[in-house]
């Protein structure tokens, strides 16, 4: 098992590195251009593969855990990091899902509605819910880290459920979707990138509750930068949409 384990994680480690550099071309190449299709497609490829391989990392050490007798009560931190990897790559799952389900329907993006998009949305919000209940309940030392992030799954839950439905209905919407999804699956690869592949390429940890800022900095950072785009891109579909032909 520890064979698979470590097989497993440099499987995750590499298509990272090659879904970190892949992320960055379709943010400058021209957008719909070739290049920009075809790093998009390469970034995700990788994040699929990045995803499944930390979804078998979660069940893998998860099982081991149990098979030697370690609860959630006997070690809450290391329960607790297990089970924010694992909310992690669900909900970046279901974002990059519906980043790219938006391109397939975009002039009628309630065309996506069907029970796997619900029921993927609603595994979302679950999964924060889920998570800001361990935290509080078992408190342990990297309890900061979860509660930080838990909002993520129940907000583009909650924006993917109003999408499919015929709710949101604003000119550019599959654009703006689209560009929401991808940057949120950015900020959870720069986050895997801060907070596992720094150290490894240089073999230094942040000390005491310092190691807390790669967790929440490319966050803390790209939220607010995506709210501020996401803000200009929306007058500028709105002023496009008010010109008369």
């Known amino acids: 098992m520890d064979i698979t384990l470590d097989l497993n994680r440099w499987i995750h480690i ?58 959630p009560a006997d070690n809450p ?9 694992g909310y992690l790559a669900l909900v970046t799952g279901v974002i990059l899902s519906h980043g790219f389900g938006v391109l397939k329907h975009k002039r009628d993006p309630t065309a996506m509605d069907s029970p796997y998009r619900r029921v993927s949305a609603w595994a979302a919000i679950t999964a924060s819910v889920v998570l800001i209940a361990y935290a509080l309940y078992f408190r342990p030392d990297n309890m900061i880290i979860l509660l930080a992030l838990s909002p993520l799954g129940i907000g583009n839950g909650r924006q993917i459920l109003q999408v499919v439905s015929g709710k949101r209905n604003e000119p550019g919407l599959w ?3 689209h560009l929401n999804a991808m940057l949120g699956c950015g900020i959870a ?57």
């Open 175 to 177: 654009k703006l979707e």
């Open 77 to 85: 931190e290391s329960w607790g990091f297990l089970l924010f990897l």
């Open 189 to 245: 690869f720069h986050t895997a990138f801060a907070v596992f592949g720094i150290n490894r390429l240089t073999d230094y940890s942040l000390p005491g509750m310092w190691q807390v800022v790669p967790w929440i900095l490319p966050a803390a950072i790209g939220i607010p930068a995506i709210s501020i785009w996401m803000r200009r891109e929306r007058a500028r579909f709105a002023r496009a949409n008010t010109q008369p032909a």
């Open 14 to 71: 590499v298509f990272g590195f090659v879904g970190l550099a892949a992320f960055w071309v379709p943010v400058f190449a021209r957008k719909g251009g070739p290049l920009h299709r075809s790093a998009g497609k390469v970034f995700r490829w990788s994040a699929f593969v990045v995803l499944a391989a930390a979804g078998f990392a979660v069940i893998g050490n998860g099982a081991d855990a149990l098979a030697r007798g370690i609860t």
